[in-house]
């Protein structure tokens, strides 16, 4: 059964940067064809997707967070990252990832962005 | 980019009720790339339904999933007390498209 694990600091001041990984257990990330997905949620509020790495580096990236947006894949260490730059208030939100077609989950970190 | 509209928002019913969402979207989706999860609080999303109408593993068959092109529907016959939850309906494709419906919050009445 394949694991996510999502790990990074819980506490960002504005204005830095938001860095997060995805630990992938239980099966290798480097399938082909498949993606590898970052969503949030802010509190009480809807999932928006921030975007997805494919294992050969490829990305996608919403357009409304793309100037702010980097991800990275390490094949060999089973896992993928997340970075958001300048962030503010309006970036506090549980941060997911998850495996492409939905079926494999982490369970979310709440990153909160305040001084 | 496709956007997706679930109504209605909020569905206030009683244990035993069937409850029909509906998930539209503003171009036409193969039903290939539609989804339907679940998301009850302090939980992450679960898997429901791929390709629109294929139940993912473990999800009793009283969840059921229909529809084509810009129109999707999700039915619960006999809402357990497990059920009430928020429920999101998404697209995943083509590539790039990737996006979330507004989400359906099912609530006892």
């Known amino acids: 059964q394949v694991q996510l694990q999502e790990s990074g600091p819980r506490l960002v001041k504005p204005s830095q940067t938001l860095s997060l990984t995805c630990a992938v257990s239980g099966g290798s990330i480097n399938i082909g064809g498949y993606y590898w997905t970052w969503i949030r949620q802010p509190p009480g509020k809807g999932l928006e997707v921030i975007g997805y790495?494919?294992?050969?580096?490829?990305?996608y990236c919403t357009p409304s967070l793309k100037s702010r947006v980097s991800m990275s894949i390490d094949t060999s260490k089973n896992q993928f990252s997340l970075k958001v730059t300048s962030v503010t208030a309006a970036d506090t939100a549980v941060y997911y990832c998850?495996?492409?077609?939905?079926?494999?989950w982490g369970q979310g970190i709440l990153v909160t962005v305040s001084s | 980019e496709s956007v997706l509209t679930q109504s209605p928002g909020t569905l206030s019913l009683s244990p035993g009720e069937s409850a029909t969402l509906s998930c539209r979207a503003s171009e036409s989706v193969s039903i290939t790339y539609l989804a339907w999860y679940q998301q009850k609080p302090g939980q992450a999303p679960r898997l429901l339904f791929h390709?629109?109408?294929s139940r993912a593993t473990g999800i009793p068959d009283r969840f059921s999933g229909s529809g084509s092109g810009t129109d999707f529907t999700l039915t619960i016959s006999r809402l357990e007390p497990e059920d009430f939850a928020v429920y999101y309906c998404?697209?995943?494709?083509?590539?790039?498209?990737?996006?979330f419906g507004g989400g359906t919050k099912v609530e006892i009445k």
């Open positions: 998850a495996r492409a077609k939905g079926d494999f």
């Open positions: 790495i494919y294992s050969s580096g490829s990305t």
């Open positions: 998404q697209q995943f494709g083509p590539s790039p498209r990737i996006t």
């Open positions: 390709g629109a109408s």
